[in-house]
Protein backbone atom coordinates (compact mmCIF):
# COMPACT_ATOMS: atom_id res chain seq x y z
CA UNK A 1 0.00 0.00 0.00
CA UNK A 2 1.38 3.68 -1.04
CA UNK A 3 2.36 5.83 1.91
CA UNK A 4 0.18 8.02 2.59
CA UNK A 5 2.79 10.61 3.18
CA UNK A 6 3.63 9.83 -0.59
CA UNK A 7 -0.04 10.28 -1.50
CA UNK A 8 0.10 13.81 -0.24
CA UNK A 9 3.57 14.58 -1.76
CA UNK A 10 2.08 14.15 -5.54
CA UNK A 11 -1.14 15.74 -4.58
CA UNK A 12 0.98 19.09 -4.16
CA UNK A 13 2.78 18.24 -7.12
CA UNK A 14 -0.16 17.87 -8.69
CA UNK A 15 -1.50 20.99 -7.66
CA UNK A 16 2.15 22.99 -8.35
CA UNK A 17 0.72 21.64 -12.11
CA UNK A 18 -2.21 22.91 -12.34
CA UNK A 19 -1.26 26.46 -10.90
CA UNK A 20 1.51 26.21 -13.92
CA UNK A 21 -1.14 24.93 -16.69
CA UNK A 22 -3.88 27.32 -15.04
CA UNK A 23 -3.44 30.21 -17.84
CA UNK A 24 -2.26 27.97 -21.05
CA UNK A 25 -5.42 25.18 -19.63
CA UNK A 26 -5.98 22.56 -22.45
CA UNK A 27 -4.85 19.32 -21.46
CA UNK A 28 -2.16 20.02 -19.35
CA UNK A 29 -4.69 21.10 -16.55
CA UNK A 30 -7.26 18.66 -17.22
CA UNK A 31 -4.58 15.72 -16.63
CA UNK A 32 -2.90 17.49 -13.86
CA UNK A 33 -7.26 18.16 -12.55
CA UNK A 34 -7.31 14.26 -13.32
CA UNK A 35 -3.91 13.09 -11.22
CA UNK A 36 -5.33 15.47 -7.86
CA UNK A 37 -8.94 14.26 -7.75
CA UNK A 38 -8.05 10.69 -8.27
CA UNK A 39 -4.87 11.18 -5.38
CA UNK A 40 -7.73 12.56 -3.39
CA UNK A 41 -9.76 10.10 -3.02
CA UNK A 42 -6.96 7.74 -2.28
CA UNK A 43 -5.63 9.47 0.67
CA UNK A 44 -9.00 9.80 2.00
CA UNK A 45 -9.11 5.81 1.81
CA UNK A 46 -5.41 6.25 3.23
CA UNK A 47 -6.46 8.42 6.26
CA UNK A 48 -9.76 5.77 7.15
CA UNK A 49 -7.21 3.15 7.13
CA UNK A 50 -4.78 4.93 9.31
CA UNK A 51 -7.56 6.03 11.59
CA UNK A 52 -9.34 2.04 11.98
CA UNK A 53 -5.49 1.01 12.53
CA UNK A 54 -4.60 3.02 14.85
CA UNK A 55 -7.92 2.49 16.46
CA UNK A 56 -8.04 -1.06 16.29
CA UNK A 57 -8.51 -3.14 19.70
CA UNK A 58 -6.21 -6.36 20.33
CA UNK A 59 -7.79 -8.95 18.11
CA UNK A 60 -6.54 -11.24 15.44
CA UNK A 61 -6.42 -9.77 12.31
CA UNK A 62 -7.91 -13.21 10.64
CA UNK A 63 -9.77 -14.32 13.66
CA UNK A 64 -12.55 -16.47 13.89
CA UNK A 65 -13.63 -16.69 17.53
CA UNK A 66 -14.93 -20.45 16.65
CA UNK A 67 -11.83 -21.77 14.80
CA UNK A 68 -9.93 -20.02 18.06
CA UNK A 69 -11.47 -21.85 20.38
CA UNK A 70 -11.36 -25.21 18.46
CA UNK A 71 -7.81 -24.75 18.52
CA UNK A 72 -7.10 -24.46 22.13
CA UNK A 73 -9.22 -27.15 23.12
CA UNK A 74 -8.82 -29.58 20.53
CA UNK A 75 -5.46 -28.96 18.44
CA UNK A 76 -2.90 -31.81 20.23
CA UNK A 77 0.65 -31.53 19.41
CA UNK A 78 1.81 -34.98 20.36
CA UNK A 79 -1.26 -36.43 17.57
CA UNK A 80 0.25 -34.27 15.11
CA UNK A 81 3.99 -35.13 15.23
CA UNK A 82 2.89 -39.35 16.14
CA UNK A 83 0.35 -39.08 13.02
CA UNK A 84 3.48 -37.20 10.92
CA UNK A 85 5.88 -40.39 11.80
CA UNK A 86 3.27 -43.03 11.43
CA UNK A 87 0.37 -42.03 9.45
CA UNK A 88 -2.76 -44.28 10.81
CA UNK A 89 -1.15 -44.36 14.26
CA UNK A 90 -3.58 -41.82 16.11
CA UNK A 91 -6.93 -40.08 15.11
CA UNK A 92 -5.17 -36.87 14.11
CA UNK A 93 -7.60 -35.85 11.20
CA UNK A 94 -8.83 -32.38 13.17
CA UNK A 95 -4.69 -31.20 13.28
CA UNK A 96 -4.26 -32.77 9.62
CA UNK A 97 -7.52 -30.43 8.74
CA UNK A 98 -5.87 -27.83 10.75
CA UNK A 99 -3.21 -27.22 8.06
CA UNK A 100 -4.42 -26.06 5.57
CA UNK A 101 -6.14 -23.28 7.61
CA UNK A 102 -2.98 -22.48 9.20
CA UNK A 103 -1.32 -22.15 5.90
CA UNK A 104 -3.58 -20.14 4.88
CA UNK A 105 -3.74 -18.08 7.88
CA UNK A 106 0.25 -17.89 7.91
CA UNK A 107 0.56 -16.82 3.73
CA UNK A 108 3.18 -19.89 3.12
CA UNK A 109 3.69 -23.48 3.18
CA UNK A 110 5.35 -24.83 6.60
CA UNK A 111 8.92 -26.35 6.51
CA UNK A 112 7.16 -28.91 8.47
CA UNK A 113 3.97 -28.44 10.51
CA UNK A 114 2.17 -25.76 11.80
CA UNK A 115 1.21 -25.52 15.27
CA UNK A 116 -0.95 -22.25 15.99
CA UNK A 117 0.22 -19.80 18.68
CA UNK A 118 -3.53 -20.40 20.22
CA UNK A 119 -1.88 -23.92 21.87
CA UNK A 120 -0.16 -21.46 23.85
CA UNK A 121 -2.65 -18.86 25.12
CA UNK A 122 -3.71 -21.13 28.26
CA UNK A 123 -1.71 -22.59 31.01
CA UNK A 124 -0.71 -25.94 30.06
CA UNK A 125 -0.42 -29.71 31.41
CA UNK A 126 2.94 -31.29 32.01
CA UNK A 127 4.98 -33.39 34.72
CA UNK A 128 8.28 -33.93 36.03
CA UNK A 129 11.13 -36.80 35.97
CA UNK A 130 12.97 -38.15 33.08
CA UNK A 131 11.13 -38.96 29.80
CA UNK A 132 11.02 -42.68 30.89
CA UNK A 133 8.72 -41.89 33.76
CA UNK A 134 6.49 -39.78 32.38
CA UNK A 135 5.08 -43.12 30.28
CA UNK A 136 1.84 -43.93 32.60
CA UNK A 137 1.60 -47.22 34.22
CA UNK A 138 -2.06 -46.43 35.72
CA UNK A 139 -4.23 -43.89 33.11
CA UNK A 140 -5.73 -41.50 35.78
CA UNK A 141 -7.27 -38.43 33.69
CA UNK A 142 -9.26 -37.06 35.78
CA UNK A 143 -6.23 -36.45 38.02
CA UNK A 144 -4.42 -34.02 35.65
CA UNK A 145 -2.77 -30.79 37.66
CA UNK A 146 -2.22 -27.52 35.90
CA UNK A 147 1.27 -27.08 35.21
CA UNK A 148 3.03 -24.22 37.37
CA UNK A 149 4.88 -23.19 34.70
CA UNK A 150 4.65 -18.93 33.31
CA UNK A 151 1.90 -18.14 31.22
CA UNK A 152 2.07 -15.68 28.40
CA UNK A 153 0.17 -12.19 29.04
CA UNK A 154 0.62 -9.76 26.75
CA UNK A 155 -2.32 -10.71 24.34
CA UNK A 156 -4.83 -11.11 26.75
CA UNK A 157 -3.68 -7.99 27.65
CA UNK A 158 -5.11 -6.61 24.01
CA UNK A 159 -1.79 -6.67 21.98
CA UNK A 160 -2.86 -6.41 18.65
CA UNK A 161 -1.80 -8.92 16.80
CA UNK A 162 -1.55 -8.85 12.58
CA UNK A 163 -1.20 -12.20 11.16
CA UNK A 164 -0.91 -13.92 7.70
CA UNK A 165 2.13 -10.81 7.05
CA UNK A 166 4.34 -11.61 4.20
CA UNK A 167 7.17 -8.83 3.30
CA UNK A 168 8.27 -5.87 5.99
CA UNK A 169 5.51 -4.11 7.40
CA UNK A 170 5.38 -0.29 7.43
CA UNK A 171 2.10 1.24 9.15
CA UNK A 172 1.95 5.07 8.72
CA UNK A 173 1.26 7.40 11.37
CA UNK A 174 0.43 10.66 11.84
CA UNK A 175 3.20 12.42 14.15
CA UNK A 176 2.11 15.94 14.26
CA UNK A 177 -1.19 17.70 13.03
CA UNK A 178 -1.16 21.30 11.05
CA UNK A 179 -1.06 24.07 14.04
CA UNK A 180 -4.82 25.96 14.38
CA UNK A 181 -4.45 29.34 15.43
CA UNK A 182 -6.94 32.13 15.44
CA UNK A 183 -6.25 35.67 13.29
CA UNK A 184 -7.55 38.94 12.84
CA UNK A 185 -9.88 39.69 9.91
CA UNK A 186 -8.15 40.22 6.74
CA UNK A 187 -4.85 38.64 8.82
CA UNK A 188 -2.71 35.68 7.04
CA UNK A 189 -3.12 32.38 8.53
CA UNK A 190 0.45 31.48 8.97
CA UNK A 191 1.11 27.89 7.32
CA UNK A 192 1.66 24.75 8.89
CA UNK A 193 2.26 21.07 7.28
CA UNK A 194 1.42 17.82 9.07
CA UNK A 195 4.36 15.86 9.73
CA UNK A 196 4.48 11.90 8.95
CA UNK A 197 6.19 9.06 9.97
CA UNK A 198 5.42 5.00 9.90
CA UNK A 199 5.85 2.21 12.45
CA UNK A 200 8.07 -0.72 10.61
CA UNK A 201 7.62 -4.58 12.15
CA UNK A 202 9.99 -7.16 10.25
CA UNK A 203 10.54 -10.74 10.46
CA UNK A 204 12.75 -12.04 13.52
CA UNK A 205 13.46 -15.80 14.20
CA UNK A 206 12.85 -17.65 17.09
CA UNK A 207 13.82 -21.18 17.49
CA UNK A 208 14.44 -24.67 19.49
CA UNK A 209 15.26 -27.77 18.56
CA UNK A 210 14.67 -31.07 21.06
CA UNK A 211 15.28 -34.50 20.67
CA UNK A 212 12.92 -37.45 22.00
CA UNK A 213 12.53 -41.03 21.64
CA UNK A 214 10.32 -42.48 18.93
CA UNK A 215 8.27 -44.28 21.88
CA UNK A 216 7.62 -41.36 23.92
CA UNK A 217 6.35 -39.12 20.90
CA UNK A 218 4.43 -42.39 19.72
CA UNK A 219 2.61 -42.43 23.30
CA UNK A 220 -1.39 -41.01 22.77
CA UNK A 221 -0.55 -40.08 27.07
CA UNK A 222 -1.49 -36.53 27.65
CA UNK A 223 1.71 -36.75 29.58
CA UNK A 224 3.44 -36.44 26.28
CA UNK A 225 1.36 -33.83 24.63
CA UNK A 226 2.64 -31.96 27.87
CA UNK A 227 5.83 -32.15 27.66
CA UNK A 228 5.63 -30.99 23.79
CA UNK A 229 3.48 -28.35 25.23
CA UNK A 230 6.31 -27.44 28.20
CA UNK A 231 9.02 -27.05 26.01
CA UNK A 232 7.53 -25.33 22.96
CA UNK A 233 5.49 -22.94 25.29
CA UNK A 234 8.72 -22.15 27.16
CA UNK A 235 11.13 -21.36 24.50
CA UNK A 236 9.09 -19.68 21.68
CA UNK A 237 5.85 -18.63 23.52
CA UNK A 238 7.48 -17.03 26.74
CA UNK A 239 10.28 -15.88 24.54
CA UNK A 240 7.90 -14.02 22.50
CA UNK A 241 5.82 -12.50 25.52
CA UNK A 242 9.20 -11.31 27.04
CA UNK A 243 10.31 -9.85 23.86
CA UNK A 244 7.35 -8.03 23.88
CA UNK A 245 7.89 -6.46 27.02
CA UNK A 246 11.84 -5.90 27.25
CA UNK A 247 13.02 -7.19 23.69
CA UNK A 248 16.42 -5.50 22.94
CA UNK A 249 16.63 -5.59 19.03
CA UNK A 250 18.99 -6.72 16.54
CA UNK A 251 18.42 -10.17 16.70
CA UNK A 252 15.09 -9.87 18.54
CA UNK A 253 12.43 -7.31 18.14
CA UNK A 254 12.45 -3.96 20.17
CA UNK A 255 9.81 -4.69 23.65
CA UNK A 256 7.97 -1.86 25.19
CA UNK A 257 10.30 -1.38 28.30
CA UNK A 258 13.31 -0.97 25.17
CA UNK A 259 11.60 1.56 22.81
CA UNK A 260 12.50 5.29 22.66
CA UNK A 261 9.80 7.55 23.15
CA UNK A 262 8.14 5.90 26.12
CA UNK A 263 7.05 7.94 29.09
CA UNK A 264 8.85 7.11 32.63
CA UNK A 265 7.70 8.11 36.07
CA UNK A 266 10.22 7.69 39.13
CA UNK A 267 9.38 6.29 42.19
CA UNK A 268 7.01 8.73 44.20
CA UNK A 269 7.21 8.11 47.75
CA UNK A 270 4.70 5.29 47.88
CA UNK A 271 3.43 2.68 45.39
CA UNK A 272 0.11 4.62 45.21
CA UNK A 273 1.59 7.71 44.61
CA UNK A 274 3.70 6.09 42.08
CA UNK A 275 0.83 4.90 39.98
CA UNK A 276 -1.46 7.74 40.29
CA UNK A 277 1.51 9.89 38.56
CA UNK A 278 1.77 6.73 35.71
CA UNK A 279 -2.01 7.27 35.14
CA UNK A 280 -1.91 11.11 35.10
CA UNK A 281 1.19 10.99 32.25
CA UNK A 282 -1.07 8.14 29.82
CA UNK A 283 -4.43 10.54 30.74
CA UNK A 284 -2.67 14.14 29.23
CA UNK A 285 -0.90 12.21 26.41
CA UNK A 286 -4.76 11.45 25.27
CA UNK A 287 -4.11 7.89 25.89
CA UNK A 288 -7.14 5.79 25.52
CA UNK A 289 -8.15 5.18 29.46
CA UNK A 290 -8.89 2.08 29.03
CA UNK A 291 -5.38 0.93 30.14
CA UNK A 292 -4.14 -1.89 32.69
CA UNK A 293 -0.85 -2.46 34.89
CA UNK A 294 1.37 -5.31 34.72
CA UNK A 295 4.29 -5.55 36.87
CA UNK A 296 6.14 -8.52 38.65
CA UNK A 297 5.22 -10.80 41.54
CA UNK A 298 7.45 -8.97 43.66
CA UNK A 299 5.36 -6.13 43.06
CA UNK A 300 2.23 -7.71 44.08
CA UNK A 301 3.41 -9.11 47.11
CA UNK A 302 4.62 -6.19 49.16
CA UNK A 303 1.48 -4.24 47.74
CA UNK A 304 -0.22 -7.30 49.65
CA UNK A 305 1.35 -6.45 52.53
CA UNK A 306 0.27 -2.79 52.71
CA UNK A 307 -1.66 -2.02 56.08
CA UNK A 308 -3.89 0.97 56.94
CA UNK A 309 -3.93 2.53 60.46
CA UNK A 310 -5.76 0.40 61.67
CA UNK A 311 -3.46 -2.33 60.81
CA UNK A 312 -5.72 -3.95 57.95
CA UNK A 313 -4.87 -4.80 54.57
CA UNK A 314 -4.84 -1.55 51.92
CA UNK A 315 -6.94 -3.15 48.96
CA UNK A 316 -5.13 -4.42 45.93
CA UNK A 317 -7.55 -1.96 43.57
CA UNK A 318 -6.80 1.09 45.96
CA UNK A 319 -3.23 1.07 45.14
CA UNK A 320 -3.87 0.73 41.85
CA UNK A 321 -6.61 2.93 41.81
CA UNK A 322 -9.35 0.67 40.36
CA UNK A 323 -7.43 -0.01 36.95
CA UNK A 324 -7.13 -3.36 35.81
CA UNK A 325 -3.70 -5.32 37.32
CA UNK A 326 -1.64 -8.27 36.04
CA UNK A 327 1.47 -9.76 37.90
CA UNK A 328 3.83 -12.12 35.57
CA UNK A 329 7.12 -13.59 35.66
CA UNK A 330 7.50 -12.46 32.23
CA UNK A 331 8.44 -9.03 33.78
CA UNK A 332 12.00 -8.15 34.30
CA UNK A 333 12.78 -7.57 37.96
CA UNK A 334 16.39 -7.01 37.22
CA UNK A 335 16.47 -3.23 36.11
CA UNK A 336 18.26 -0.41 36.95
CA UNK A 337 22.23 0.33 37.31
CA UNK A 338 21.67 -1.85 40.99
CA UNK A 339 19.77 -4.45 38.87
CA UNK A 340 17.30 -4.50 42.06
CA UNK A 341 14.46 -2.67 40.55
CA UNK A 342 11.28 -4.24 39.46
CA UNK A 343 9.40 -3.61 36.33
CA UNK A 344 5.97 -1.49 36.43
CA UNK A 345 4.11 -0.29 33.04
CA UNK A 346 0.92 1.20 32.45
CA UNK A 347 -0.06 1.71 28.77
CA UNK A 348 -2.80 0.82 26.09
CA UNK A 349 -1.60 -2.41 25.54
CA UNK A 350 -3.90 -2.04 21.94
CA UNK A 351 -0.73 0.04 20.96
CA UNK A 352 1.19 -2.74 21.22
CA UNK A 353 1.34 -4.42 17.62
CA UNK A 354 2.60 -8.47 17.15
CA UNK A 355 3.41 -9.05 13.76
CA UNK A 356 3.38 -13.10 12.86
CA UNK A 357 4.68 -14.03 9.60
CA UNK A 358 4.72 -17.74 10.57
CA UNK A 359 2.95 -19.70 12.92
CA UNK A 360 4.83 -22.01 15.38
CA UNK A 361 7.02 -24.16 12.63
CA UNK A 362 7.21 -28.19 13.66
CA UNK A 363 9.86 -30.06 11.77
CA UNK A 364 10.07 -33.65 12.67
CA UNK A 365 13.30 -35.28 11.55
CA UNK A 366 14.05 -38.86 12.20
CA UNK A 367 17.55 -38.87 10.05
CA UNK A 368 19.37 -35.97 12.19
CA UNK A 369 22.63 -38.12 12.15
CA UNK A 370 22.87 -38.01 16.49
CA UNK A 371 19.36 -38.86 16.97
CA UNK A 372 19.16 -41.13 14.13
CA UNK A 373 22.15 -43.24 15.64
CA UNK A 374 20.01 -43.83 18.78
CA UNK A 375 16.50 -44.43 16.89
CA UNK A 376 15.52 -41.12 18.69
CA UNK A 377 13.95 -38.29 16.74
CA UNK A 378 14.81 -34.72 16.35
CA UNK A 379 12.12 -32.03 16.50
CA UNK A 380 13.05 -28.05 15.51
CA UNK A 381 10.71 -25.55 16.49
CA UNK A 382 10.41 -21.84 14.73
CA UNK A 383 8.38 -18.72 14.62
CA UNK A 384 8.86 -15.91 13.39
CA UNK A 385 7.64 -12.61 14.77
CA UNK A 386 7.99 -8.46 15.40
CA UNK A 387 6.88 -6.44 17.81
CA UNK A 388 6.38 -2.65 17.50
CA UNK A 389 4.24 0.41 19.14
CA UNK A 390 2.11 2.50 17.38
CA UNK A 391 2.77 4.98 19.73
CA UNK A 392 5.44 4.91 22.58
CA UNK A 393 4.05 7.59 24.43
CA UNK A 394 0.82 5.21 25.07
CA UNK A 395 3.47 3.48 27.90
CA UNK A 396 4.54 4.89 30.98
CA UNK A 397 7.54 2.65 32.83
CA UNK A 398 7.95 3.24 36.67
CA UNK A 399 11.91 3.74 37.46
CA UNK A 400 13.39 2.94 40.84
CA UNK A 401 10.75 0.61 42.11
CA UNK A 402 12.63 -1.85 44.12
CA UNK A 403 11.98 -3.86 47.26
CA UNK A 404 13.32 -1.26 49.56
CA UNK A 405 11.68 1.72 48.17
CA UNK A 406 7.82 0.36 47.77
CA UNK A 407 7.91 -1.22 51.37
CA UNK A 408 5.03 0.72 51.84
CA UNK A 409 4.14 2.38 55.67
CA UNK A 410 0.44 2.67 56.50
CA UNK A 411 -1.91 4.38 55.16
CA UNK A 412 -3.04 7.80 56.40
Same mark, same amino acid.
Given at each position: ?56 ? +? ?238 ? +? ?38 ? +? ?22 DVLVNPYES ?43
Open positions: MTKLSDLLERRAAAVDAMKAAEETGGEAFDQAKSEYDNLTVQIERAKVIDQAERQER +GRQVHGDPKLTTELRSKFSIARLIAGHINPGSVDDGFEREMQGELARRAGKTPQGLFIPMECFEKRVLTSTGDGAAIVPTDHRPELYIDALTAATIVRTLGATVLTGLTGNVEIPREADSPNVGWVAQNAAISASDPDFDQVTLSPKHAGAITEYSRNMVMQSSPQIEALLRRMMARDLGIAIDRAAIKGGGTNEPVGILATSGIQTQAYADSLHNTTAEMIAKAHIANVDPACAFLSTH +GVEKIAMKALDLQNQPVPMASIFHNRPTNFSNQVPSNLGT +GTDEFGLIYGDWSELLIGIWSEITAYSKGNISIRAMATVDCALRHPAAFVSATGVDATSIALPAAA
